[in-house]
């Protein structure tokens, strides 16, 4: 099994954090089943850029870091722009959410930030003391389990779902809220296109781990494997949201995602009694904690590269994982208040970045060291370049709705 999987799963561990628990609950709350094609025309609209960056490392043994640098120093400069993002702001954000829902789900009442200090030692000891092919096997266990109770916490839906059929498609209204919301999603679902530099670098470990017996179907299946999971447990927290906030009628607007989260729980809970809780509050748990070893294990990673150290230098992985660790910590201690501000950031710096990151990732598959059998095909190169185009076009409505100038 192990063999099989690798980066790909990985990946979905990494994109299945807020974005589905939190935004995909979201838009079935808010519009029932109706967004599903929605979510999935989202989702495949960044499945080339992801593709493109598994291929190209599994294949060449190389990160896109070694492309982009062939590609100048803007291209540098947004691969690092993106990872000290990710590696920073989006990990407090994960961690802050992971430590809300620990809390909710066990009923401590400690503070938060001694919680998400108890998960970053956690993450920090099996990062360090086991290395990569442990953390490749715990994620991958990771996946499948949370893909499992995930599937049940909204199989215990279904009936309702189809009972409720004509109720629980209701139209859309394209307004300019409903507009910003759709925008909000393509942003983050099922990841920023920056995630694509932490699957690279999965993707070259794999390949210099398993050499020739990684093959080229091998890492396809990998991929396509994984990515389709993010897609599952999108529909299964859609349908979740659809059944126990929408047809109840039920507003659980809140800016914070960990209120969001105890009151899905709360209302799961109510409907299907108190022993389902472990059910969804477990894969919640499990979601937003391989998310969190993910970012801890992947920005490391990049960052030793990129400050031109050996991939084989445990030590500078770990410094930059302590430097990771005190960084969210910070974050969260002196900003915590304000940290709608460093999300507003990340989210722009998302969007300013999608486009470029998808041209970048395609011509690094088209690298003349890529063998003609993994290239891309021209469906997914046109695929590719209507993806950057309407990335585009999302960033510029979305800026122009941040400052104003919309409306």
Not at 270 to 297: H, K, Q, R
Not at 347 to 354: Q, Y
Request: aromatic letters at 16%; hydrophobic letters at 55%; one cysteine or more.
């Amino acid at each position: 099994m192990f063999l099989k999987f690798g980066p790909g799963v990985i990946f979905a561990a990494n994109a299945v954090g807020v974005s589905h628990l939190v935004q995909s609950t979201r838009a079935g709350a808010g519009y029932g089943l109706s967004l599903l094609l929605l979510i999935f025309l989202i989702t495949a609209l960044k499945y080339p850029l992801f593709r493109f960056a598994s291929t190209y490392s599994a294949v060449s043994g190389k990160t896109l870091l070694d492309a982009y640098r062939k590609d100048g120093h803007f291209a540098v400069f947004i691969l690092i722009l993106s990872v000290v993002i990710d590696m920073f702001i989006a990990t407090a954000a994960v961690s802050l959410v992971t430590a809300g829902i620990v809390k909710n789900v066990f009923g401590i009442d400690v503070s938060t930030l001694l919680v998400i200090t108890v998960l970053i030692l956690g993450a920090f000891f099996l990062l360090a003391a086991f290395g990569y092919s442990f953390f490749e096997k715990l994620v991958i266990c990771m996946v499948i389990l949370f893909t499992l109770m995930s599937i049940a916490a909204s199989g215990m839906a279904v009936p309702t779902a189809i009972r409720e059929s004509t109720n629980i498609m209701p139209d859309l209204n394209w307004s300019p809220a409903f507009i910003v919301f759709l925008i909000a999603m393509a942003g983050w679902m099922p990841t920023p296109p920056s995630a694509s530099f932490f699957l690279s670098a999965w993707s070259a470990k794999r390949r210099q781990k398993l050499k020739d017996q990684l093959t080229l179907k091998m890492i396809l299946f990998d991929f396509n494997f994984g990515f389709a999971l993010t897609l599952i447990i999108a529909f299964a927290f859609v349908l979740l949201g659809a059944v126990l906030l929408y047809l109840n009628n039920i507003n659980a607007e809140t800016d914070s995602a960990v209120s969001f989260a105890a009151i899905l729980m709360s209302l799961f809970s109510e409907s299907y009694g108190s022993w389902a809780i472990p059910i969804v509050g477990g894969a919640a748990i499990v979601v937003m904690f391989s998310t969190m070893l993910t970012l801890f294990d992947g920005a490391p990673r990049v960052m030793r590269q990129l400050f031109g150290f050996s991939e084989t230098n445990k030590k500078a992985f770990l410094g930059f994982l302590i430097l990771q660790a005190i960084g969210v910590i910070s974050i969260v201690y002196f900003f915590g208040s304000s940290f709608s501000t460093f999300i507003n950031f990340a989210t722009s710096t998302a969007f300013a970045t999608a486009p470029f990151i998808a041209i970048y990732n395609y011509r690094a598959i088209m690298n003349d060291d890529i063998p003609d059998e993994a290239k891309p095909r021209p469906y997914l190169r046109i695929w590719n370049f209507i993806s950057a185009g309407v990335l585009f076009v999302i960033g510029i409505y979305y800026f122009l709705n941040l400052f104003g100038v919309n409306g």
